[in-house]
């Protein structure tokens, strides 16, 4: 709706994981080396967590735009699978020919093997991505565990990274899960935008999105306030954005000042009620309270009275 108006040629905003809308602060430059190095290092496991909206997947595709064509990669984006679901995705992700009538957990580990054996032959590499992997159930844990073993006398054949939100490291630090926590070889955590690196991220995506490099859409002001609303957070700071500039766009403003941010963030974020409105619920409660009280008492007198003239 307001592309037009600030001359943008697509949408700045957007919360798609688009990775040429990718900022490349220092944490994110750590990270993405971070999962680069994982590919050619001699660990089993790779581990990238952070909380929701800082950039996991994004930094993802970054990835796998930037890999090496000798590497072969299956990447599971919903791992809400039994054990054996999970081995068959894998297959289909690697292009592996399994027998439809030979279903095992024996027949899918024999047939990647074989795979991934014929691949470093071949002297290419395999990598398995999962993501949102805080959803991966205990037994399934296990089976990525079990896919470490799949190793030559010098190498493993499968590098696995996991991507997912920080509980997936408290799940991993669990008594039960020492064994595949002791396989991790590389963990990174990614946490929100420093202040001074929102104003960068907001020119950035103004600028792919042809509003021009130099262009100054959001004042001092309302930069503050958006990491304040935000923590850092990139979808978030996305999210009030794009309000932002909505609401810029309905003012006929050409800059987005910090009232048009708190307005946005009012629009985007639940509220909390009022001081006024809690304080009224909190009065119709207590006299509901006392008027249950008083029929209560009213009815064991008129009980009473009822069993004394009988």
Not at 3 to 10: I, P, S
Not at 42 to 60: A, H, P, Q
Not at 282 to 310: E, H, K, P, Q, S
Request: with cysteine; net charge neutral.
């Amino acid at each position: 709706m307001y592309n037009h108006y600030f001359g943008f040629t697509e949408h700045p905003f957007s919360i798609s994981p688009d990775p040429r809308f990718l900022y490349m602060s220092e944490m994110h430059q750590d990270a993405l080396a971070h999962l680069n190095y994982g590919v050619s290092a001699d660990g089993c496991i790779i581990l990238l967590t952070g909380e929701v909206g800082t950039g996991k997947t994004t930094i993802c595709r970054c990835f796998l735009d930037q890999i090496d064509r000798r590497v072969d990669v299956a990447v599971i984006l919903n791992p809400r699978f039994r054990a054996i679901e999970l081995l068959a995705a894998i297959c289909d992700e690697f292009l592996v020919p399994v027998d439809g009538t030979m279903t095992t957990v024996k027949h899918y580990i024999d047939r990647l093997n074989r795979f991934l054996l014929k691949a470093h032959a071949q002297n290419r590499r395999c990598i398995l991505i999962i993501d949102e992997a805080q959803n991966l159930a205990k037994d399934v844990l296990e089976m990525v565990r079990l896919l470490t073993n799949l190793e030559t006398s010098k190498r493993k054949l499968l590098k696995i990274f996991l991507l997912g939100q920080s509980e997936l490291s408290t799940m991993l630090a669990q008594p039960d899960m020492t064994q595949i926590n002791q396989r991790i070889t590389g963990r990174f955590h990614l946490q929100g935008l420093q202040p001074s690196e929102v104003d960068g991220y907001i020119k950035q995506r103004i600028a792919v999105a042809g509003g021009g490099s130099d262009r100054q859409l959001f004042d001092a002001g309302s930069i503050r306030q958006i990491h304040r609303l935000s923590g850092g957070i990139p979808r978030v700071i996305n999210t009030i954005c794009d309000r932002s500039l909505l609401g810029a766009y309905a003012d006929e403003k050409n800059m987005v000042n910090t009232a048009i941010v708190k307005k946005a963030a009012r629009e985007v974020f639940p509220q909390e009620p009022s001081a006024k409105t809690a304080g009224l619920r909190i009065g119709l409660i207590c006299a509901a309270v006392l008027a249950c009280f008083v029929i209560i008492v009213l009815w064991f007198g008129t009980a009473m009275d009822y069993f004394t003239f009988n």
